[in-house]
């Protein structure tokens, strides 16, 4: 299996490994313990790190759910949480080209929440603004979103505000984009 060495799958087993290496040391870092979870999604930029278990908890069931729904008989579950990706691409391979398109661009947006929850911002600065195209969005951890810096940007942006993008739209646009390339390489 030739996997692209920066997948979602590797930054899964890189987080994994992060999170090995940062033991909790805060009471609020437990949390993940009570019978309680909490309601809002913690994924992206997670300052604590045993918020990490949770996060990697609830983009595993998102992998799932997404492949059942094209799959309804995906085959059994890998043990390694990390395989999870393989065997999403191995169960939806002759699924339609949106479907397909659909879980590239989930598991482009897990590779970046992955990243993200390991501390690994550079992946935000290596994307342009959807609107404007400059280079270098900046991770808003308190937002969870990347904030284009520019400020032409935010001035046609009505407002002054400088725009802001979930990590839903930057996957869109990336595998969009990719798409783009392999259709105008064919013709
Ligand atoms: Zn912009």
Not at 13 to 42: D, I, K
Not at 52 to 72: F, K, M, W
Not at 160 to 187: C, D, M, P, W
Request: one cysteine or more; aromatic letters at 4%; charged letters at 25%.
């Amino acid at each position: 299996m030739n996997q692209p060495e920066d997948s979602a799958a590797a930054r899964l087993r890189q987080l994994t490994r992060y999170h090995r290496e940062h033991p909790v040391t805060s009471a609020e870092g437990h949390s993940y313990t009570s019978a309680t979870r909490r309601a809002t999604p913690t994924a992206p930029g997670l300052p604590i790190n045993v918020r990490v278990l949770e996060h990697i908890d609830q983009t595993i069931a998102e992998v799932i759910t997404e492949t059942r729904s094209a799959n309804p008989n995906p085959g059994p579950l890998p043990d390694d949480n990390a395989d999870i990706y393989r065997w999403c691409v191995e169960a939806t391979a002759t699924a339609p080209e949106h479907v397909q398109q659909r879980r590239d661009t989930l598991m482009y947006r897990h590779r970046l929440e992955h990243a993200l929850a390991a501390g690994d911002t550079t992946v935000i600065r290596r994307h342009r603004c959807p609107d404007c195209q400059a280079p270098g969005l900046f991770w808003q951890p308190a937002i969870s979103k990347a904030m284009c810096v520019n400020r032409h940007c935010a001035r046609r942006n009505g407002n002054g505000r400088h725009r802001t993008f979930s990590l839903a739209r930057l996957a869109h646009e990336y595998i969009q984009a990719q798409k783009n390339v392999r259709h105008a390489s064919a013709t």
